[in-house]
Each structure stands twice: as C-alpha cells, then as structure tokens.
C-alpha cells in the first residue's frame, strides 16, 4: 500500500493561512482503510425501459459532449463553492477510476462540517479548505506548499465560502450573499449566475411548516436579475406551495441553448416536484408531484448522464426516507421519469443547509459522467453509472459517516474526491 503524506495547516478568521503544523499525530500522515467494491448491478429503470431491466447492458461507447446542458460563464472564474460552480449545477467535468485510486486520509482535530477545493494557481498540489463543526478552518494539502488568504464565515455556524483570485490575491465573501443582491431574500438564500443574470430564492414564507432545510422559512418567489439591464423578473409561486431548497439551479434542460432555471417546488398536498422556468417568467417543464406532503427532493445537477449521452436533470428523491437517485429527461412540458437507482442513497440530513451531499463527475474512468451520493447510513458513497437497462453502482465503504459535502476538483491527473467524516478525518481520492 502507497503512503501518502498530508499537511494540515491552521487558518483563523481574517487571518493569512499560516505554514505551521497543526496538532496532527505524525504530520497528519495516515494510511487509507477506506475500501471500494463493486455491487451487483442496479438496472433499476423506469416504465420505458421496465423490460430491461433484468438486463446490465453497458453504456455505448462514444465521446461524450460535457458542456451539453450546462450554461458556466465562459471563461468560468475559478472558485470554491460546495455546489461546485456559479451556476448551482453540481458538475465537474473531470474523471478518474476512483476504484483504481488508493484513498488517503488527514486526521482533524474535530469532525468537519464543509470542505472545498481551494484554488491556489501558486500551488504544485491539490489544497482542500475545511470547516471544522466548531468554525475553524484548515489547509490540507498533499505537499509542504504554503498558501496566503482570508476566510469567511456567517452568523454562529460554518459555512462554504466563495474564492475568487485576481491579480494573485484572493478575495473571499460569504457563498450565503443572496441578501445583499435581491429583494427580500431567504436569510440562506445562496445566488447563482451565468454570467448574464443572477437568480435568488425570495420572498420568505412560513405558509409550508416542513422544516427540512432547518427552520420553517421558505421561498415563495424566485428572482432573475439581467446584469446589464437590472430588469427584474419575479416568478411567484401560487400559495400554498414554495420553493424548498436554498437556491435554484441554472441549466440549459432542453438543449437550445438558452439558460433555464430549476427549483424544487413543494406544497402540503402532494409534496414537491422538480419545475423549470425560462428566464422570462413561464413554466417550461415540470415533473410529477411525489404525491404525499412533507416528501422532499434534492435536486442535484444537470447533465448528459442518459446512456446515448442525453441530457437528464437529476435528483434524489426522499433523502431522509430511503433516497433514490433520479434521471429525468424532458418530454414536451414533462420531466418524465427515466430511469432510477434503488431506494439506498441519501443526499441531505435532515435540518442541515448542507444540500451539496452529491456531485455529477467521472467517477469510473470511462469519460461519461455519473453521480457520486452517500449510501443511505451516509457510511459508504456510490458512483452511480447509467445504462441502457437503468443504472450500475459501485460502493465505496468508509469507516464513519459522511458529515461534510462532497467536494471535488479536475486536477491535471483526473478527478480528485473529498469528503469528511465524523471520525475527524479528511478522505482523498487524489490521482
């Protein structure tokens, strides 16, 4: 087994990051137990493909066309986000067989709560910036490589920041910032922008008391701003329904070429449903209501998961009560149910703002993107694969539950994975 070295390093709040050790056994080094092994394949589909299901058919081989369904400013700033990118759609296109790759661990000093990929342009290696459960923050990185910056936090809890380099400097604000930017916007609404428009979860309400996100405020509006023209467009959700989540999500789901803006719309009769708007206000799509109340969905990202490379919005359904990883693919005004994975996973704990529990990546090496999400006890994670017959998982065992997000970032070598768990330790899957 390959040993790895990892250097922890101290930040304190408003404070340059410092190059002194911290508290570490042995520098931080450790050996990996972690172990990834393949389950039985999951060719769990939907209605369309139900007579194949029996089937493991392996996905086509082909190129796949990553930027399909994405709309990331161009060129996209670098940043440190635990949705991954500016726009809310979890995505990095990047790939690795995580299976091939011999995990690595930092030991902490306390369980961490976010973890982030910190983008110094200046560094030979791959840095991870970690909130701890009691606010502090550290550099782990896998070689002696010093780093300068501030960090941010808001109100009494962690949480992730944005880091924005210019002119070799690093600028840092609360990824937490919709207030600041939009009319009475969610106290945790998060912005998200192409690059032409910010878009914020407003107008607070208590008319749906489901309190998944932690408290029993929800949106009622979503706001889109044109950042050239400062027009406001205001898309108002009918009572009794809201926007359950803590921001919207910006993808291009039916391939024109023009942004459109997901949310997870939920109500007290039948619970909550994927929608997706244009820019203008109207209702492009949306899916079938779950159709119980108080039954969530996380959405995750937006990407050409389907087996011929289509484009699919994806999401975990019911992460608190035996999640199932869902592919939907539009259909006219539909978001008709693909294909999904068994009712294993989760992507959120309940009460938490931690919403960034699952990415979209290459996590098999074979160029096509697939879904990392915890398993349901959040103490092994899955590369969910999808399939002509419906979708392949492979676990990945880990010795603590997940506490942070999933983080990730496309190093020159592929893929790199990270994520904490409550044994105080920082998992690396780094080629």
């Known amino acids: 087994m390959t040993v790895r070295r990892w250097r922890v390093t101290a930040a304190a709040l408003g404070c340059v990051l410092v190059a002194a050790a911290c508290a570490a056994p042995d520098d931080g080094a450790e050996l990996a137990d972690p172990t990834a092994t393949s389950s039985a394949s999951e060719a769990q589909a939907s209605a369309s493909t139900a007579a194949a299901a029996g089937e493991a058919d392996a996905a086509p081989s082909g190129a796949i066309d990553w930027r399909r369904g994405r709309v990331e400013p161009d060129p996209a700033p670098v940043v440190g986000r635990t949705d991954v990118a500016v726009t809310g759609n979890r995505v990095v296109e990047a790939s690795s067989d995580l299976a091939a790759i011999e995990a690595v661990v930092a030991e902490l000093p306390a369980a ?108 009622s509006a979503i706001e889109i701003l044109d950042l050239e023209s400062q027009k406001r467009t205001r898309i108002e959700i009918d009572a009794p329904a809201v926007i359950e989540g803590n921001s919207p999500m910006l993808a291009d789901v039916d391939g024109d070429g023009a942004t459109d803006v997901v949310v997870t719309r939920s109500d007290p009769t039948d619970g909550a449903r994927l929608e997706v708007y244009r820019v203008d206000g109207s209702l492009l799509a949306s899916s079938a209501p779950i159709g119980r109340p108080n039954r969530w969905r996380n959405q995750l990202a937006v990407a050409p998961t389907g087996p011929n490379g289509e484009i699919e919005l994806i999401d975990v359904r019911t992460p608190h009560l035996g999640g199932t990883v869902q592919f939907f693919q539009l259909d006219g005004d539909e978001l008709v149910l693909a294909a999904n994975s068994s009712s294993d996973f989760t992507s959120h704990v309940f009460g938490s703002r931690n919403l960034d529990m699952g990415i979209v990546a290459d996590g098999t090496g074979d160029g096509r993107p697939d879904v990392i999400v915890p398993r349901q006890d959040r103490r092994a994670f899955a590369v969910i694969a999808r399939t002509e017959a419906g979708v392949d998982v492979t676990l990945f065992e880990l010795p603590a539950e997940i506490t942070t997000n999933i983080a990730a970032a496309a190093t020159d070598g592929g893929l790199a994975v990270a994520m904490g768990t409550s044994d105080g330790r920082l998992l690396v899957w780094s080629p």
């Open 112 to 219: 961490p709560a976010w973890v982030i990929p910190w983008p110094d342009p200046t560094a030979d290696v791959q840095q991870w910036l970690v909130t701890l459960v009691d606010g502090r923050e550290l550099l782990v990185e896998e070689a002696e490589v010093s780093s300068s910056g501030t960090v941010a936090q808001v109100g009494d809890e962690p949480v992730p920041v944005d880091a924005l380099w210019n002119d070799g400097r690093v600028f840092v604000e609360p990824a937490y910032r919709g207030g600041e930017m939009a009319i009475d916007a969610l106290d945790d609404a998060r912005l998200v922008t192409d690059g032409e428009i910010e878009v914020t979860l407003v107008g607070p309400t208590d008319r749906y008391a489901h309190g998944v996100l932690g408290d029993a405020i929800e949106a």
